[in-house]
Nanobody, 122 residues
């Protein structure tokens, strides 16, 4: 069992940066791939970024590639999403998730956080 708690969301202006954190409980954090997903109002939840359990691989949605960076700190049981050059279309609730598989599909993720709101204004 893994419990995930996101933090770091807020209201920022276009072009600003923001870092999201996801703290995980449990001693098996290092065995999970970690992902970030987001859901904008009226839209389906979508993949944003993922990092494998050994941090050897990471993967990004095209919409955030070059602007967002996912990193993990297994000593702190935490995964981060550094978001730079934020755009209006990045406004969404951001969710952290954990998977026993290396995947980017929602169905592959076993555990989810409650989400944190990111709002980008002009």
């Amino acid at each position: 069992q893994v419990q995930l708690v996101e933090s770091g969301g807020g209201l920022v202006q276009a072009g600003d940066s923001l870092q999201l954190s996801c703290a995980a409980s449990g001693r098996t954090f290092s065995s999970f791939a970690m992902g970030w997903f987001r859901q904008a109002p009226g839209k389906e939840r979508e993949f944003v970024a993922a990092i494998r359990w050994d941090a050897e691989y990471s993967y990004y949605a095209d919409s955030v590639k070059g602007r967002f960076t996912i990193v993990r700190d297994d000593a702190k049981n935490t995964v981060y999403l550094q978001m730079n050059s934020l755009k209006l279309e990045d406004t969404a609730v951001y969710y952290c998730a954990a998977s026993r598989r290396w995947a980017i599909t929602i169905a592959a993720y076993d555990y989810w956080g409650q989400g944190t709101q990111v709002t980008v204004s002009s």
